[in-house]
């Protein structure tokens, strides 16, 4: 499966953007969707997990109540909306699909990466 993520940009603290991540190739509802980032000089950090239905979704405790990840299996294409935005949530966001059946949160679990698109939240 392809993966093209977009929607990133500059934001003001405390503002907002929509992720998009765009699915082509395979049959998009079999996949797990993640969003991870990665800010200059650190690892690549798990943002969000939302299951094949979307029934069912994951965060990291840094954007829990500000992030929400979405997916619309009619348009193959997973959401990730970021709320109250922070400096420290500045980074490149890339979204990944895992063709198991069941949720994680390290980037070894994810068979297939987007490019990334940045972020950048500064005053």
């Known amino acids: 499966v392809q993966l093209q993520a977009s929607g990133g940009g500059l934001v003001q603290p405390g503002g907002s953007l929509r992720l998009s991540c765009a699915a082509s190739g395979r049959t998009f509802s079999n996949y797990v969707m993640g969003w991870f980032r990665q800010a200059p000089g650190k690892e690549r950090e798990f943002v969000a997990t939302?299951?094949?239905?979307?029934?069912?979704?994951y965060y990291a405790d840094s954007v829990k109540g500000r992030f929400t990840i979405s997916r619309d299996n009619a348009k193959n294409t997973v959401y990730l909306q970021m709320d109250s935005l922070k400096l420290e949530d500045s980074a490149v966001y890339y979204c990944?699909?895992?063709?198991?059946?069941?949720?994680?949160?390290?980037?070894?679990?994810?068979?297939?990466w987007g490019q990334g698109t940045k972020v950048t939240v500064s005053s």
């Open positions: 939302i299951s094949w239905s979307g029934g069912s979704t």
């Open positions: 990944a699909a895992r063709r198991h059946s069941t949720a994680a949160v390290s980037t070894s679990s994810y068979d297939y």
